[in-house]
């Protein structure tokens, strides 16, 4: 990193105008295919690796042990950490450090993202990215995943890193004041030059999730209060299109429904997740392929494949809530789409099933173009079927495609192609719950 032509994280400047210092950003996951980094989508992803984990620590069915300290191939394996706490505390720190300092206008606030100038094409390997790199404004919406993921780390490293906890909620916290202060900072949906926009003016969502997490952290009255003021408590939170980095209601759902607190009318918020999966559970009875998705006007959205997923987390929870064995079974079933009984006979899953998504959109996973670069790994998921097919590479193979024949796996197809930290983060989730029903 910092080695030419590579322009390296540690001491990046914000876009012109946005800001007058320079952060170390350097590690967390890249977000996508690209060479962005992004806190809300990061924010979304990090929660599902701890809530795979907590899930586990809870769960009727739940067996700690498989996530376990040497269970991953990852640098930090050996630690005396569970592997995936360390997997996710990459991203955790990368989110800690794009907080705004102490002194500066913004204090507290999260930068929305941070990419390349201008869009890089394909294939190129990050340390072959010549591109400068900018920060970009801060927004409300960052800012509340940055307090919500803090928060939830806060009480799950505790057992093994208390300085680390500490700071986490040290961050957690001072995040929800400055969300508090800028509560409509939003991102540009023009800002989208050289990465996504991630734009997303509606952050009620977010400050619900956030405050959930800092309740069930701490146990303080006023996350208490603002949960059960919270407009969102109370409303049906699982659409037929189910939860996403833009819809985060879910996961402030799901936490005070499983994890252990004092909330007022906690039984209330397990009905209502059960109620959920009862109706993504009949969606999934009434549809051909058993999925519990079915979008209206059969118009697929752009990565089905980890909404289908998400459902699918809904229904495996109610059975986490009731023990009733129908919900195990329709988590279980749901999933079969993945890996292969759909439209199109297909596995989304690189490496899993005889014939698999390989060449998902990616800037170095890019075999299809550079026989000397690799394909994706193994466990990579795609996007899905998008009956938008906003690519050129799709509109061109698949004009008239309907639902589920809207996909191609061709690395120019990025509309139903792509590989994200987000999709890979609901495999990750409902891959554990099905490894857990022994």
Known sequence: MNAAPNQGDKN????????????????????????????????????????TYERELLARTGQPAKLGDGTLAIPES???????????????????????????????MAHHKIHDEQWTGLPLLPSDDPQKRELHPPSTAATLNLAATAAQAARLYKPYDKAFAAKALAAARKAWS?????????????????????????VSDEFYWAAA??????????????????PVHTADIFSPVGYDWARTAAAARLDLATVPSKLPGRDKVRQSVVQGADRYLATLKAHPYGMPYAPEGNL???????????NGIVIATAYDITGASKYRDGALQGIDYIFGRNALNISYVTGYGEVNSHNQHARWYAHQLDPNMPNPPKGTLAGGPNSGIQDPYAQSKLQGCVGQFCYID?????????????WNSALTRMASFVADQD
């Not at 690209?34 to 806190?39: F, L, S």
């Not at 939003?186 to 996504?196: I, K, L, R, V």
């Not at 990565?303 to 998400?310: A, T």
């Open 12 to 51: 990046v400047p914000c876009q012109p105008g946005v800001c007058d210092y320079t952060l170390d950003v350097s590690g967390g996951w890249y977000d996508a295919g690209d060479h962005g980094k992004y806190v809300v989508n990061g924010g979304i992803s990090t929660w599902e690796l701890l809530s």
């Open 213 to 230: 997490e800092l309740y069930l952290t701490t146990g303080e009255n006023a996350f208490q209060d603002h949960v059960l003021a919270s």
């Open 178 to 202: 400055a969300a508090l202060a800028h509560p409509d900072l939003y991102a540009s949906e023009s800002d989208g030059t050289g990465g996504g926009t991630y734009a997303d003016n509606n």
């Open 300 to 310: 697929y959205d752009w990565g089905s494949n980890h909404q289908i997923l998400h």
């Open 78 to 108: 050996g630690n005396k950490v569970p592997d995936i706490l360390d997997e996710a505390r990459w991203e955790l720190d990368f989110l800690l450090k794009m907080q705004v300092p102490d002194g500066q206008p913004l204090a507290g």
């Open 410 to 422: 061709d690395i120019q197809s990025w509309s139903t192609n792509e590989h994200t930290i987000n």
